[in-house]
């Protein structure tokens, strides 16, 4: 609590801003200070944010700010502040409507919750967030809700309930018409499955999956991350006519998922190569390494541009360091041969006063 005390702690003391732009301008830039990276930056951002928020009662703002701190917490392995954050961010998103929002936190409280080794808490707040993400509709938040959800089930034995997580997942998505969601419902649920090896239904819901696949309107990016999964599962089962035949599908649609046409091709080869037909396995690991070269051409040639102008860059400092010590040495030179000259025209003004002196000295004696 003492850095949320921290955050809080100068709102009053802000002048209010004429609108919400400084804001929005501070949360956007906060948005990409954490996508370059630069972590810190982007907590300075939001901490702004939940300083200013309150006086122009932005609730919705303040809590995703909060919300994002939690994030960049949990990337900076701070579980606690990560905790509390999330924790005052779901306290403003109760007073509202947004139940997708509180979904949302909910989730990741649980997820923190299992990381800190309290499982019983992790399932009860995932519990409060499937049933909050239920009651928005939202898709979106269903879909995180229930994926968080049934993995926090599984990790704790709770194998029967995550799965019927997931099936709610799915119906809910047919029951919307959303059938790139089903496919994302499936593809966990084919991880789950395979990881227990339930050789059963992993085969029952990859009818399921072909079914959905058949019902696509246009083939979109889900489509062939599931068709990936489906090359996948059906690799591992040694069954290499049906990734063969996966991987043509791919192939026909040009990927669209995860996969790089060089790594569609690769695939294919080694199906051929594990049904012993070496010919057309050696023809395909060619147009793999051909389409890699080609693929990668570019970026291969723009990194070595950019090193070579690294090097250059570098080269160029250092003739500049050079230049800059000789330099300095040619100036410490000429100040050590002024310095000499000084001693010397000092040293004869201090033997001419001395002479002088002496001769005054013999004067008046001679005088006397």
Known sequence: MLILSLVFMSALALPQPADTLYIRTLSDKGVDYFKSGDLDAALKCYRKVCEAA????????????????????????????????????????????????????????????????????????????????????????????????????????????????????????ARQDKPQYMLRGYRIMLQMFDRRGMRDSVSHYMRAMDSTLNVMPAYTREAAMALE??????????????????????????????????????????????????LRAMKFYDRAVKTADSLYADKLKQQASDFQSHIKAQDEALLESESQQKALRQEIHTLRKALYIAIAIAGLLVTGLLWRMKKNRHGLHELK
């Open 54 to 173: 309150p006086l122009m009662r932005d609730t919705a703002r303040w809590s995703a700010a909060l919300s994002s701190m939690g994030a960049i917490y949990r990337r900076k392995q701070m579980p606690d502040s990560c905790l509390a954050c999330y924790q005052e961010a779901l306290r403003l998103a109760e007073h509202t409507h947004d139940y997708a929002e509180q979904a949302n936190l909910q989730s990741n409280i649980a997820l923190c919750y299992l990381s800190a080794q309290k499982p019983d808490m992790a399932m009860t707040t995932s519990d409060k967030a499937v049933s909050a993400a239920r009651r928005s509709g939202e898709m979106e938040a269903i879909m995180f809700a229930g994926y968080a959800g049934s993995s926090i089930y599984f990790r704790c034995g709770a194998y029967a309930k995550g799965i019927q997580v997931l099936h709610n997942l799915v119906e809910e998505a």
């Open 229 to 278: 999964q489906q090359a996948i599962i059906y690799t591992k089962y040694r069954n290499f006519r049906k990734s063969l035949e996966v991987h043509q599908k791919l192939l026909n649609h040009q990927g669209g998922g995860n996969l790089t046409i060089d790594k569609i091709y690769l695939g294919m080869a080694r199906n051929y190569y594990s049904l012993r037909d070496y």
